[in-house]
């Protein structure tokens, strides 16, 4: 008997909600943005997982440092804006405790006289915090693998496009109405495309999807662009240029692959389009949707991403709205598992990755 989708309740459950918070949001390594969101000393962003408030920084010696959001005198969120450069300081708005950029405390006024005080006793709360092709990566737990390790099989898959060095042409943020798993999924699959993407079809198709991950934390693979185009875009033309260490067989081909749990990667000829996910709420979901060319492209005068951007706004638009309906549709009581088509493998890889991370089954 064939793969049958999840049942409702790990869309819908406050248990299954809790669960996967405690087993994979404070378990995995999580993206936070792009490294180059946060390039000169003292620029930060913050990041929030389940109420927790995190400043990821960038320090005097050019590295990204991540935090708890929580002063340490009488455990005050210090910083409310979302991103912004702190300048050598990071000051609490309470008493003016003030820490460096590694998250030292310099400054607490008034506490000379208190016996025992000492100001090395009082640094910022810590995370792991890794930059790993461009992109800002932390995990809460102090006892999970390396990030090497963890990476390990994908670690790099990307230096073909030099992922690293790409930046963000543009942006794009959707908040979308369905549970972060059904994103997932809707990614992972091209049954849908003829219907739900009749702009894409012709582009890429379905009969020419391959799977290069095909069980775990990683999934998916190529597939191949039509002799009349050279990437996506709206006109088929290159907005960029050939990624120059791409082999040829690479130059006819996008993959799409899914890092578990935050994190959709989609390298094309002349540019990568990247998915940050972030978990809302049980049906909710916010996504970070960034087009990335190398610099110098960018710079170049006349450069336009238009193409690009316009071709994946709509499919992506096409993509929430289908997702939309799924998270309202497995909400339902009548709702039950149905069967995966052979054209969903990497949906019931994906299943099966997730039930084990949450311990429903054996791993
Ligand atoms: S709570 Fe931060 S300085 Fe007092
Ligand atoms: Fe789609």
């Not at 790990?10 to 490294?35: D, H, L, M």
């Not at 990307?158 to 908040?175: I, P």
């Not at 088509?341 to 991370?357: G, M, P, Q």
């Amino acid at each position: 008997m064939g793969a049958k989708s999840l049942c409702g309740k790990y869309f819908s459950s406050p248990n299954f909600y809790e669960q996967e918070t405690q087993k994979i949001f404070r378990k995995e390594w999580i993206c936070v943005g792009r490294a180059s969101d946060i390039s000169n000393v003292g620029d930060y962003l913050l990041h929030e997982i389940d109420g927790e408030s995190f400043i990821v920084v960038r320090n005097d010696r050019m590295q990204v440092n991540c935090f708890y959001n929580v002063c340490r005198h009488r455990g005050t969120r210090i910083q409310e804006e979302p991103c912004g450069r702190f300048k050598a300081r990071i000051a609490c708005p309470y008493h003016a405790w003030t820490y460096d950029l590694q998250g030292n405390l310099k400054t607490a006024p008034n506490m000379d006289g208190v016996e025992g005080f000492d100001l090395n006793d009082y640094t910022l709360g810590a995370v792991r915090c890794v930059v790993w092709q461009g992109f800002v990566l932390i995990n809460l737990d102090r006892e999970s693998p390396a990030f090497e390790e963890s990476y390990g099989p994908i670690y790099s898959r990307f230096d073909e496009w030099e992922l690293a060095d790409l930046v963000s042409a543009h942006r794009k943020t959707y908040d979308i109405g369905a549970n972060w798993k059904i994103i997932f999924q809707n990614y992972s699959e091209c049954y849908h495309c003829s219907l739900v993407h009749p702009q894409l079809s012709p582009i890429t198709s379905v009969t020419t999807a391959s799977n290069d991950f095909t069980e775990g934390p990683f999934l998916g693979g190529p597939m191949i662009l039509s002799d009349a185009y050279d990437t996506v875009s709206t006109d088929g033309a290159l907005c960029g240029d050939h990624f120059p260490r791409l082999s040829d067989e690479a130059r006819n081909k996008v993959f799409f692959y899914t890092l578990f749990p935050s994190l959709f990667v989609s390298p094309h000829p002349d540019y990568v389009l990247t998915h940050r996910i972030e978990r809302r709420s049980r049906n909710s979901t916010r996504i970070i949707c960034d087009w990335l060319f190398p610099q110098e492209v960018v710079d170049r005068n006349g450069f336009d991403a238009t193409n690009a951007i316009d071709f994946w706004d709509v499919t992506n638009r096409q993509d929430w709205h289908v997702c939309e309906l799924t998270q309202q549709g497995v909400q339902s009581e009548s709702y039950k598992p149905g069967p995966y088509s052979n054209l969903e493998s990497t949906l019931a890889a994906f299943d099966r990755h997730y039930l084990k991370v949450i311990g429903e089954i054996e791993s």
